[in-house]
């Protein structure tokens, strides 16, 4: 292998948001309710919206873990509790967020392993879907000969 991986660990910031038009400019989802990861009740960020507070003020990432909004812990809350903590907030908001683990990379990007293909898993679906058509077509359209010789 070329390059190495390397896995940053979650870190916690605090982030303090100004609601604006279109509220803190992100959609969430999680809750105890709505598992968004497996075993893990937390609320995350699903996504930025464009040209909102938390776009804006560019600290929020999708994927992101909300812990806390004004000191208010969001563990083992429903979907639709955390949403009205969000909804209440006011217009000053505080949010306690652990980021997403980063994965950086060392060497030329786009570089893959000896063992990786170039074929991306859509083109390798393409492949086996075409073929199995392929034997679908042939196998429908000599079925009369081939039973002759049984």
Same mark, same amino acid.
């Given at each position: 292998?070329?390059?190495?991986?390397?896995?940053?660990?979650?870190?916690?910031?605090?982030?303090?948001?100004?609601?604006?038009?279109?509220?803190?400019?992100?959609?969430?989802?999680?809750?105890?309710? /709505? !598992?968004?990861?497996?075993?893990?009740?937390?609320?995350?960020?699903?996504?930025?919206?464009?040209?909102? +507070? *938390? *776009? #804006?003020?560019?600290?929020? !990432?999708?994927?992101?873990?909300?812990? *806390?909004?004004?000191? =208010?812990? %969001?563990?083992?809350?429903? =979907?639709? +509790? +955390?949403?009205? %903590?969000?909804?209440?907030?006011?217009?000053? &908001? $505080?949010?306690? @967020? $652990? /980021?997403?683990?980063?994965?950086?990379?060392?060497?030329?990007?786009?570089?893959?392993?000896?063992?990786?293909?170039? #074929?991306?898993?859509?083109?390798?679906? &393409? *492949?086996?879907?075409?073929?199995?058509?392929? @034997?679908?077509?042939?196998?429908?359209?000599? /079925?009369? /000969?081939?039973?002759? =010789?049984?």
């Amino acid at each position: 292998m070329n390059g190495s991986t390397t896995y940053t660990v979650p870190t916690a910031l605090d982030i303090k948001l100004k609601r604006g038009p279109q509220g803190l400019g992100f959609n969430i989802v999680g809750g105890l309710d /709505q !598992q968004y990861v497996l075993n893990d009740t937390g609320i995350y960020v699903a996504k930025i919206k464009e040209n909102g +507070a *938390a *776009a #804006l003020d560019g600290r929020l !990432q999708e994927g992101d873990k909300i812990l *806390a909004i004004n000191g =208010h812990k %969001l563990e083992n809350l429903s =979907h639709n +509790a +955390a949403v009205e %903590l969000f909804r209440s907030a006011g217009e000053d &908001v $505080q949010l306690r @967020v $652990q /980021q997403r683990p980063s994965v950086s990379v060392n060497g030329p990007s786009g570089s893959r392993s000896d063992g990786e293909s170039p #074929l991306s898993t859509l083109g390798i679906l &393409v *492949a086996v879907l075409g073929a199995a058509a392929a @034997v679908t077509f042939l196998y429908i359209r000599f /079925q009369p /000969q081939l039973r002759r =010789h049984f």
